[in-house]
């Protein structure tokens, strides 16, 4: 065995390797040209992580980080459609996130609520549709929920 292998051995005994495959499956990566909003709504979203409770003037739970996790997520993956309007981000009683947008028309809204699941609104003119929308759906559903918005 050569020295660089009783090296790494060594390495590997005493500092395991974690597992990252769970951990990474999820994050979104932003492509080349993003919205020009993206950073403020990021910056928006990141601004919930110093809110206490009671936040709402009642007895409201903040966000949780998982919630913020997956807002930050939201806001990348639909800043990759080219939309010039910012969705405007809020957070909601109950420790949930909201991110909107109103468009020519159309309104668009999707609420993270404190489970993980996404509730969404899309209005066009008369029509309304509400639906909660599955775990593994969510991410890529606001992505096409906002090029829906730009048709």
Same mark, same amino acid.
């Given at each position: 065995m050569t020295q660089l292998a009783r090296t790494t051995g060594d390495l590997d005994r005493r500092r395991p390797v974690p597992d990252l495959?769970? %951990? =990474?499956?999820? #994050?979104? #990566? @932003?492509g080349s040209d993003p919205a020009p909003w993206m950073s403020d709504a990021l910056r928006a979203v990141n601004a919930f992580e110093e809110l206490g409770p009671g936040w709402d003037?009642?007895?409201? @739970?903040?966000?949780s980080t998982e919630v913020l996790q997956l807002a930050r997520r939201i806001v990348v993956e639909?800043? %990759? #459609?080219? *939309?010039?309007?910012?969705?405007h981000i809020g957070p909601v009683p109950g420790g949930g996130v909201q991110i909107e947008w109103h468009l020519?028309?159309?309104?668009?809204?999707?609420? *993270?609520? @404190?489970?993980?699941?996404?509730?969404? !609104?899309? *209005?066009?003119g008369e029509r309304v549709f509400a639906q909660e929308v599955s775990i593994v759906e969510r991410? @890529?559903?606001?992505?096409?929920? #906002?090029? =829906? !918005?730009?048709?």
């Open positions: 495959s769970l %951990q =990474w499956e999820e #994050v979104v #990566v @932003p003037g009642g007895d409201g @739970p903040v966000p639909t800043a %990759q #459609v080219q *939309i010039g309007q910012a969705p020519g028309g159309r309104d668009l809204e999707l609420e *993270i609520l @404190p489970d993980l699941s996404l509730g969404l !609104l899309a *209005i066009d991410v @890529p559903k606001a992505r096409a929920l #906002v090029e =829906w !918005l730009t048709r």
